[in-house]
């Protein structure tokens, strides 16, 4: 079985203030890893996978297989960040079943 | 791009009364899949489907049928809606390239009484 865990229901930040969103998973496979953000009345878009250790709006996630965690990073927060996150797994080769975590809201304070 | 059309957008339903809805993809993307998205759950998959009836269950299958008699659409079917079925729901499409991003719809929000 694949599980996804975000422990956190709800961050706050100030603005210029670093973030981590935390994201744990359980898989016996090869997994591959997405962070997802939804905006305020948006459909959910992908912000960054793990494949591609690319940064997307200043975040970064790096896996750490020995933690089994994805976690997201930014250094610096912004208001426009204010949005529910989503980690999700899928079997590595992609096109199965999808987990998604319960989801982290991130509230920036100006 | 890929887009990704559903409809209804809204609707509001009694308990039993069946209901589809649709789902359609404007590119020839093989793998479609349904969510539901509740408060404090986050998404949880319905049901998906790799290609042309194939089809697989995902975490909540229990009181939905889909069907995938052609590409461009996956229906997501409810034969006698309940309460507990009161969601918002969200079809999805892998796009090509093998980077298996998730292209969402729009969403319908459904509520059962």
């Known amino acids: 079985a694949q599980r996804v865990t975000q422990p956190e229901k709800l961050l706050s930040v100030f603005k210029g203030a670093p973030v981590e969103l935390k994201c744990n998973y359980s898989?016996?496979?090869?997994?591959?890893l997405f962070w997802y953000v939804q905006y305020s009345r948006q459909r959910l878009q992908l912000l960054l996978r793990?494949?591609s250790r690319e940064s997307i709006k200043g975040f970064t996630a790096d896996l750490n297989k020995g933690e089994t965690s994805f976690h997201l990073k930014k250094p610096f927060a912004q208001e426009e960040d204010s949005a529910m996150y989503y980690c999700?797994?899928?079997?590595?080769?992609?096109?199965?079943?999808?987990?998604f975590g319960t989801g982290t809201k991130l509230q920036v304070i100006p | 791009e890929a887009q990704v059309t559903q409809n209804p957008r809204y609707l509001i339903t009694v308990t039993g009364k069946k209901l589809t809805v649709t789902c359609s993809q404007n590119?020839?993307?093989?793998?479609m899949s349904w969510y539901r998205q509740d408060p404090g759950l986050g998404l949880r998959q319905i049901y998906y489907?790799?290609?042309?009836?194939?089809?697989d269950k995902g975490d909540v299958p229990e009181g939905y049928k889909v069907s995938r008699k052609e590409k461009r659409n996956f229906p997501l079917i409810l034969e006698s809606p309940s309460p507990n079925q009161t969601s918002l729901y969200f079809c999805?499409?892998?796009?090509?390239?093998?980077?298996?991003?998730?292209?969402f719809g729009p969403g319908t929000r459904l509520t059962v009484t």
């Open positions: 999700a797994l899928t079997p590595y080769g992609g096109y199965q079943k999808v987990t």
């Open positions: 898989y016996s496979g090869s997994p591959e």
């Open positions: 793990h494949i």
């Open positions: 590119m020839n993307h093989e793998y």
């Open positions: 489907s790799m290609n042309v009836e194939v089809t």
């Open positions: 999805a499409i892998v796009g090509t390239g093998h980077t298996y991003e998730q292209y």
